[in-house]
């Protein structure tokens, strides 16, 4: 059986593999390990440039001996002599080994070279008569020998599917994809160093949750065999960071995955990073202010710039944010009155005309939620400079505050960018008879079909019938902060290994 599998894969080798194999085997014969793990190197390449780059050819002179490792992306072989060019991961840098200058069994490996190896170096600092700093080899080894060759050498991976579906070649061959999950691993970095200087405690919550809740989506499914009984992967872990407050943290974040079973989309993936917090004694308000401290900083840490270009858009993240209320912001981008906002015939009638929403379906809906549906269709578009909104519905937010001079609206933002929401928080619910009314709510719409509405958590209720502090609470999308400060188009640009259809190896596959 095991036979059977590797005979399987190695029948689709291609012919430029088995050369390549011949050469591994050459190597063994020799003596050569072609998978070495005893040699390291002391330099990178970007440290040699730091340290050479700017000197001039006469005045580098004699150097010590470095120790250098990278994959070699070019070869331009003149017989006796070659440059490489290397990718040692902080960038390329150029290797230069000439017979009788290096040892005679680094050359006898040389000439078992492929592009794709990945070799090591031992030699001095040299620059070539165009001015090119290079690394004059007295030892030279294959350390992996590459099996596979890469795409083509100067035009690298191009194809979109396959460059989600194999990130590692696609990281070799596009050094602006390792820079841009660079940048986002900083992004994260400053998040989290962030909320440590304002005295937040980082915990982790369980991701298997026995119900469904903490935001409106539909959840994975799952089932433990032990305890026999379903699971969901969670959607949020805003319930047990809330918990934590009843528990006596003022102050605690997560940053973690979420997942929801909902479609993929340019800003939509299955398994997501979120990042949550909740405060004790702080409202809506606080959050605002937190929020735009927060993205000030993060952007002029990362860019260097207040400034950031996303597509054709430049997006300031300079001055005071933009506030305005959801139904300001229907307002301003259609030609609906404040009267109207009440009127569900006469948003239903501006939706059917210029959406593809059909009449029937909107006509269940409450004034309330067609709001919210015309502020999505007609406004959030146009929030390309960060905007907070505020005042949403009681009705579509079962988990905020009420507003105490109107109780038909929560304590509530969404903050936007490029038009996209990026964050949502609001001043939290510690009524437990509220709380349990508006789950009682969630269940009603769950019964008659709504899959993304809420399960009632009564284990929730039972908590904050002990007693939870008045607090904000926020959530915001890492993947698509990353997306708006790396300029990319996809959030599968900025997530190192996004989710796609299973890959199919073999005929017999496609066949079964």
């Not at 996209?420 to 719409?445: G, I």
């Amino acid at each position: 059986m095991k036979d059977k599998h590797i005979q399987r894969w190695t029948e689709q080798f291609s012919e430029q593999m088995k050369v390549r194999l011949d050469k591994r085997q050459k190597l063994v014969d020799e003596g050569v390990n072609p998978y070495k793990n005893n040699l390291k190197p002391n330099i990178t390449g970007v440290e040699l440039t730091k340290k050479y780059g700017h000197l001039a050819k006469e005045e580098i002179g004699e150097t010590p001996s470095y120790q250098y490792a990278g994959r070699v992306l070019i070869a331009r072989d003149f017989g006796k002599a070659a440059f490489l060019q290397c990718d040692d991961g902080t960038g390329k840098f150029q290797v230069y080994v000439k017979k009788g200058v290096v040892s005679e069994s680094g050359f006898s490996e040389y000439k078992k070279l492929d592009y794709g190896d990945i070799v090591w170096v031992n030699g001095d600092i040299f620059k070539t008569n165009k001015g090119e700093l290079s690394l004059n080899a007295k030892d030279f080894s294959i350390v992996t020998k590459s099996i596979r060759p890469l795409p083509e050498k100067f035009h690298g991976l191009t194809d979109a599917e396959l460059r989600y579906r194999m990130r590692y070649v696609d990281m070799i061959m596009n050094p602006e994809t390792r820079d841009k999950l660079k940048k986002r691993s900083q992004i994260v970095r400053f998040i989290r160093e962030y909320f440590y200087q304002q005295d937040f405690l980082e915990v982790e919550t369980p991701m298997l949750h026995s119900i469904a809740g903490g935001a409106a989506a539909k959840p994975f499914k799952t089932f433990h065999n032990t305890l026999g009984m379903d699971l969901f992967l969670r959607i949020a872990p805003e319930l047990h960071l809330k918990r934590l407050l009843v528990g006596g943290y003022p102050k605690v974040f997560e940053m973690n995955r979420c997942f929801r079973n909902e479609g993929i989309s340019y800003k939509h993936n299955p398994e997501f990073t979120s990042i949550e917090f909740y405060w004790a004694f702080a409202t809506y308000e606080d959050l605002m202010n937190l929020t735009q401290d927060l993205m000030k900083k993060l952007v002029q840490e990362v860019n260097g710039s207040p400034t950031v270009k996303f597509g054709d858009n430049e997006i300031s993240f300079d001055g005071e944010f933009q506030r305005m209320t959801i139904s300001e912001a229907v307002l301003r981008y259609t030609d609906l009155n404040e009267a109207d906002l009440k009127k569900a015939d006469v948003m239903i009638k501006l939706l059917a005309s210029k959406t593809e929403f059909k009449k029937e379906d909107l006509e269940k809906l409450s004034a309330a939620k067609l709001m919210v549906l015309c502020f999505e269709e007609f406004a959030e578009a146009h929030l390309i400079q960060p905007t907070f909104i505020t005042q949403y519905p009681t009705e579509v937010s079962p988990l905020s505050r009420r507003n105490d001079e109107n109780p038909e609206f929560v304590d509530r933002f969404e903050f936007f960018i490029n038009g996209w929401e990026m964050a949502n928080a609001f001043s939290e619910l510690n009524n437990p008879t509220d709380q349990l009314d508006r789950f009682a709510d969630q269940a009603l719409l769950k019964e008659d079909g709504d899959e993304e509405a809420c399960d009632v958590d009564y284990d929730y209720v039972r908590a904050l019938e002990y007693g939870m502090p008045p607090a904000g609470g926020w959530g915001l999308g890492v993947d698509r902060l990353c997306m708006i400060l790396t300029n990319s188009q996809s959030i599968r640009d900025v997530i190192l290994f996004p989710l796609l259809k299973k890959e199919t190896f073999f005929e017999q596959e496609q066949e079964s």
